[in-house]
């Protein structure tokens, strides 16, 4: 896998990403709130919504007009920076989390659901949001990561799924997570 570098990014702190929703491809920020402050915040209105753009132009613009929730001045220097070539930083599916039917041996699926609930997570400790927070902190969600991390990041023994993963279990609490997210989310 390539790694990410890009002089805006990294320079500012803020990073652009990919969102699919409704079938349709979207874009919105991440970064932290300052050069001292790491914690990751998402661009979001002032009702709190998550702010989902179709192109690079209209986030540009969106970041120009001062649709700004965090770190003002990097985030609309950033916002200058970047152009229509770039690339995401990384990118989420939103709908794997309305997935029904999960196995084990679905790599490509479940790699997205984990980086899906990331966002979800980031975004949750970002509001305070209880519901959020509640559903993400259930021991189903939380062994969920713990096994995709050590599948997805850490060098570790494991090479697979486990397969006797409580996925019954788990959809539901899937379900209920983007049930709670959509309405958070703002097609701009």
Do not use: H
Request: aromatic content about 12%; some cysteine; hydrophobic content about 35%.
């Amino acid at each position: 896998m390539e790694e990410f570098y890009d002089v805006a990014s990294e320079k500012y702190k803020k990073y652009l990403l990919q969102v699919v929703y409704n079938d349709e491809t979207y874009y919105t920020v991440s970064g932290s709130e300052g050069s001292e402050d790491e914690t990751l915040r998402l661009l979001t209105d002032g009702a709190g919504n998550i702010c989902l753009y179709p192109d690079l132009p209209s986030l540009r613009k969106g970041i120009a007009e001062g649709v700004i929730t965090f770190d003002t001045a990097n985030l609309q220097a950033w916002g200058k920076d970047i152009n229509e070539t770039d690339t995401a930083y990384t990118g989420v599916d939103f709908s794997s989390l309305m997935s029904e039917q999960l196995e084990a041996d679905d790599d490509p699926l479940l790699y997205e659901i984990y980086g899906a609930l990331g966002i979800v997570t980031d975004y949750a400790e970002q509001q305070q949001d209880a519901a959020l927070l509640s559903l993400l902190d259930t021991p189903i969600v939380k062994e969920y990561m713990d096994i995709c991390a050590d599948l997805f990041l850490w060098s570790s023994d494991t090479d697979s799924f486990r397969e006797d993963f409580d996925f019954g279990t788990f959809v539901p609490v899937l379900g209920q997570i983007y049930t709670l997210l959509t309405p958070r989310l703002r097609v701009v």
